[in-house]
């Protein structure tokens, strides 16, 4: 099964910036499309990017504008830029496909924005 592990995250003070990073095991991310999903402390898991097989990419509304989904065929690889950081943003982020998970969750990465 294709393996998926996320890093990038950290403690960052609002307005800030952080580049997360999805690795995939196996070619996943050149097959399908992909999104990264967030799960805040007692909420459920939402999702927030998505970028298709052809590129095109959307986003929930409440990152609009702020953040910027890529994708590296050739590395297998997800990444997430993420501007105008909010105290709202803090959750946990997963890579998975979209817009339902095709393989197990990876770990996920600790965003915190937080003065």
């Known amino acids: 099964q294709v393996q998926l592990v996320e890093s990038g995250g950290g403690l960052v003070q609002p307005g800030g910036s952080l580049r997360l990073s999805c690795a995939a095991s196996?070619?996943?991310?050149?097959?399908?499309?992909m999104g990264w999903y967030r799960q805040a402390p007692g909420k459920q898991r939402e999702l927030v990017a998505v970028?298709?097989?052809?590129?095109?990419?959307t986003y929930a509304d409440s990152v609009k504008g702020r953040f910027t989904i890529s994708r590296d065929n050739a590395k297998n690889t997800v990444s997430l830029q993420m501007n105008s950081l909010k105290p709202e943003d803090t959750a946990v982020y997963y890579c998975?496909?979209?817009?339902?998970?095709?393989?197990?969750w990876g770990q996920g990465t600790q965003v915190t924005v937080s003065s």
């Open positions: 998975n496909t979209a817009p339902g998970p095709k393989t197990s």
């Open positions: 196996g070619t996943i991310v050149s097959i399908y499309s």
């Open positions: 970028i298709t097989s052809g590129d095109t990419t």
